[in-house]
């Protein structure tokens, strides 16, 4: 089974149970999902208290005092200069969506330092800040996620830089046949560290309406011959069937097919062309 990738991994890490069977399997016997997973969730437990707490704590009349200095809020109009420490006031009832809305849109006005003090000067009602104090956590949940994503695409580079590239180690130029002149074409076969191989191929050459592409590897003297796939476009992609020899069939081939239900070669080759193996 193949790595699970950065993303499911990320969703684990935040309590997302997006593991079937197998993945579950694959994570209990892969070092290098599990160490990934655990790099993740340590992540995620560091925000783990970040959560918006379900009951305000109500401020000491020091806070309240704080408010008012910084405001510019004092118990009588007459004395701006000389703000006094009121005890804590009488906190009204906890304001709806609308007034919450209606006091936030006051921020932006002029003369807000006086919204604090009714018309005899004396100091009004501080509305509660409870829903806005919710409010902050928001952005701390964002961070959070960034951050996962940051870490995730961090152990994504990490996976790409320790998988040894594709080598090459064949390649052809492909050549038109008398038919298709104008037409071109290359091929190249890349193995794996794991010893897979695969021939990529590539096309430049109109496909008439009710025809399609097919890529074969020919044995030299055209003797015998091996079907790929279908090429779907100019470009394809196609394993090598395990314990092929590619000396004995080093021709790539690339012929024109009609939808006939025959599965043999149509006779109509576009392309052709060896590989230097």
Known sequence: MQHIDDETLALLALGEDVLDDDARAHLASCAECADAAARLAR????????????????????????????????????????????????????????????????????????????????????????????????????????LLVGVAGGVLWERREAEPPETTVASATLDPLPDWEGATGDARVEE???????????????????????????????????????????????????????AQFPVVDVSEEHFDGDPAHSGDSVVRGPLDV
């Open 43 to 146: 992540v995620a437990d560091a925000f783990d208290g970040a959560e918006a707490p379900d009951e305000l704590v109500e401020p000491s009349p020091a806070v309240w005092s704080a408010i008012h200095a910084e405001l510019g809020l004092t118990s009588t109009s007459a004395n701006l200069d000389a703000p006094t420490a009121p005890t804590a006031p009488t906190a009204a009832p906890a304001p709806g969506r609308d007034a919450a809305r209606s006091h936030d849109a006051r921020l932006d006005e002029p003369g807000e330092r006086d919204a604090g003090r009714d018309d005899a000067g004396t100091p009004g009602v501080v509305v509660p800040l409870a829903p806005r104090r919710r409010r902050v956590w928001v952005p701390v949940a964002a961070a959070s996620a960034a």
């Open 192 to 246: 794996r560290p794991d010893g897979r191989r695969q021939v990529v191929v590539t096309v430049d050459a109109p496909v008439p309406e009710g025809t399609y592409r097919e890529v074969w590897l020919l044995a030299e003297d055209l003797s015998g011959l091996v079907s790929l796939g279908v090429l779907d476009g100019g470009e394809g992609r196609f394993d090598l069937p395990d314990g092929l020899d590619l």
